[in-house]
């Protein structure tokens, strides 16, 4: 579910990356990873943009390709 604010929710941002799982999608927040998903804290829950997860997928396939 996209948001009027265009935060989606972590289910929706796996789903958004192909359906890839918790562990994964977890792994790639991690700052520690270099390139990572930024996170938007309301609360308790966590949500990302869009604009974020497509920036993280290339460049994963830059980083790959090299």
Request: proline share 2%; glycine share 8%.
């Amino acid at each position: 579910m996209v948001y009027t604010s265009g935060l989606i929710s972590e289910e929706d941002a796996r789903a958004y990356l192909g359906g890839i799982s918790r562990n994964t999608f977890y792994l790639y927040r991690q700052e520690e990873r270099g390139n990572y998903v930024p996170t938007y804290q309301i609360g308790r829950r966590i949500f990302f943009k869009a604009e974020d997860l497509d920036r993280f997928v290339e460049i994963e396939q830059l980083q790959t390709a090299a």
